[in-house]
């Protein structure tokens, strides 16, 4: 069953997100300590600028959402409470249903923005490399992604959509009026800046300068948006100059303070600043906002700050929702036949051990049997139990479609005294009794 | 003629004012070009208010309160349609508008007839003083509505979750700029309007310098705004301080009117 547990934008405040969120290179160690916990058998992280979620594999009827709340305060050190109040879990059909969401951009703070798809492929991609994502999560990831492409491209969401780096754009707009001819430094040289200052200079700005802690980074950055690389040391002087400063870098102390910021204000004669921290821990400090003049964005900001296509995207989104629904019991089979196997399984290995007793006691009692009655014997325990298995197993399939398969999982369980499936690969691959009659009906011949 | 004139003007400006609000909610943006028309129907009945009042008395229509009022109004909505049709600012719509809107309903409701000044004053000096007075205070006007978008827009992009006021005002560069240029034509109209005064002042009651509101008032409201525009030349002083220090200056300037009823 899929398990989900994590927060995003619309749950947790920024500086709650700040705490949780993994650094790339923090990820692969950070599955490995997930797919030790009890019942957790595969599992994916997912920690973007806005949300931060763990996807887990685990056998029905665990509190493995608990644990993986659990986890995630131990990683961050975030009170277990705190993590209730602003988090949220999913299971099963809702878990999916929810990551669909996610991969389509709904859940997203700039609604149907496309970079989630890619962030998200990313994580199950390092899940994978990782050995953190199983044959489950391997089955289904890759039809979720396409589910969700297919999703944005048939509701019209990919084509309208609003990215963070737009919403910047917008801004800043409402700010200088014409970007043409403004100056723009980024510091960092993460893909959000990338994104942010390709639209920046899309719509005229001049004199991209990027700054990055690695020299070589920035030189890179530069290069491919038709800027300048600056030295980090030499950022201060730029900010004099710029009228646009977009952060992206992934230092945990933020990078840009208020008395800097103060400074430059005063040698640039008040001109406006307007400053776009992407990054998640922020890189500017939350007082620099204060400043006259001076206009701080940061994720959260972006997100209440765009409405304008907003409208029409809404009614794509409310199409996807409902190719949403459409779509999950198809995926949801995927694992739901699987979960539902080992039950089936044993179920018709307990009506065929009956058999096989039965016939045995018969055929004590009427002594050898010629090859005719032996085979027609057979053949009517074997129509028997069939016909007896038949509306049970579609029972179970069908509830497995509706996920109330738990409940009524146990109770057959206790009627036929089924023992507990140990694997579903194992189970799987062993079917006792041949599906074609008169074939391979060993498990009757014995 | 006149009362009829001004009445169908200001039924348009209250027509074009409750079309700019509705024009002011999402996905109703088109009703702007068609405000910004029906204000401009307005514009041109208060026009021949204003022609028709000149022709009734036979001289500028200046020379007493509500004349006063009555043009400045005028001048202060063409103003706001030159800003439309220039720079597409139709927030103005909401700011300048209610302005016209709310002078000439002073003068329209003018109670009695107003004591104009005797003939043998209006001419020369006083004609350059009122014209240049009016006028200038017309610009100070739009620098007060501009600096008014000016902080709510700051106000807006500060808080960081108002995107529907966001939306529908300029940009803080377009308010900040067409408000300094208001203020580049309004504050040398003004000069000369004060000094002018003064000198027919000196003119009439022998005194440069008579006091009182009518005279108090003016002089205030141009050092403040002259103390805003050379902060902003000289020390590229702008923003919220200067958006207030506008707003206070043109306060003070339409206190002047108080000195105008004796």
Known sequence: MLVLAGLNHRSAPLALRERLAFPEAAIPGALARLVRIESVEEAVVLSTCNRVEVVAWAPAGQPVAARLRAFLSEESGVPAADLARHGYEFEGLAALRHTLQVACGLDSMVLGEPQILGQLRRAYLVAVEAGAAGPNLRRLFPRLLAAARRIRRETGLSRRALSVGHAAVALARKIFGDLRGRAVLVLGSGKMAELAARQLAAHGAAGLAVASRTYSHALELAERTGGTAVAWEEAPAFLRKADVVVTATGAPEPVLRKSDVQQAMRARRNRPLFIVDMAVPRDVEESVNELERVYVYDMDALHGAVDSELEKQRHAAESALRLIEAELPALGRIWQAREVVPTIVALRDRLHEVGRKELDRLRHKLGPLSPRQEEAVRELAYAIIQKVLHRPVRHLKGAAANGSLEDLERLYREIFDLPRAASEEGTEASPVCGRTRGVSGEGLAR | ?262
């Open chain 2, 1 to 262: 003629m006149v009362a009829g004139f001004l009445a169908v003007a200001l039924a348009s400006y209250a027509a074009g004012i409750g079309l700019s609000a509705v024009a002011s909610a999402p996905r109703r943006e088109h009703l702007q070009g068609i405000a910004g028309w029906v204000l401009a129907a307005g514009w041109l009945a208060h026009l021949g208010a204003v022609v028709a009042q000149g022709v009734s008395t036979g001289r500028l229509p200046l020379a007493s309160l509500p004349e006063y009022l009555l043009v400045l109004g005028w001048v202060v909505l063409g103003l706001h349609l030159l800003v439309w049709f220039r720079s597409r600012i139709a927030a103005g719509a909401l700011v300048l508008a209610p302005l016209a809107f709310a002078l000439g309903l002073v003068a329209l409701l003018w109670p009695g007839r107003p004591a104009a000044l005797p003939p043998a004053q209006l001419r020369g000096l006083f004609l350059v003083h009122t014209t240049s007075s009016t006028l200038g205070m017309a610009c100070v006007a739009v620098a007060f509505a501009m600096s008014l978008i000016y902080l709510l827009q700051d106000r807006a992009l500060k808080a960081r979750n108002r995107p529907r006021i966001l939306r529908f005002l300029p940009s803080l560069d377009s308010s900040d700029r067409i408000g300094h240029l208001a203020l580049l034509w309004g504050f040398p109209l003004l000069t000369v309007g004060v000094v002018t005064g003064g000198l027919w002042s000196a003119e009439v009651h022998n005194r440069f310098w008579v006091g009182g509101p009518k005279q108090t008032f003016p002089v205030l409201a141009w050092g403040v705004l002259g103390i805003v525009l050379y902060s902003r030349i000289v020390q590229g002083f702008t923003g919220r301080r200067s958006a207030y220090l506008t707003i206070f200056g043109f306060a003070l300037g339409l206190l002047t009117v108080l000195g105008m009823t004796t």
